[in-house]
């Protein structure tokens, strides 16, 4: 997703009443969360990795909402 797209969203996430809403870009970052093949640094065996803080926030996410139910779904900082 573009990132001004994503700005848009989560602003229209939370014009709606939507009071747990974290926006988080990740740039360098394709859609589907693997290196951009526009990075010079990325080998061709890192391509098809999916970013460790990516997982991290995500796995953070679901034991805060999920798991704990706590509301606001906010991760910790490192």
Partial sequence: M???H???LARA???SGNKQVLLRIFPNLTHVF???TRDK???GAQAGEVSL???EL????A???LVRGKDGGTVPEK
């Fill in 2 to 4: 573009i990132a001004h």
């Fill in 53 to 55: 803080e990516v997982l």
């Fill in 41 to 43: 640094a990325v080998t």
């Fill in 13 to 15: 996430m939370g014009d």
């Fill in 63 to 65: 034991a805060n909402v």
């Fill in 34 to 36: 693997t290196p951009s």
């Fill in 6 to 8: 994503a700005l848009e």
């Fill in 58 to 61: 995500l796995q953070g996410w």
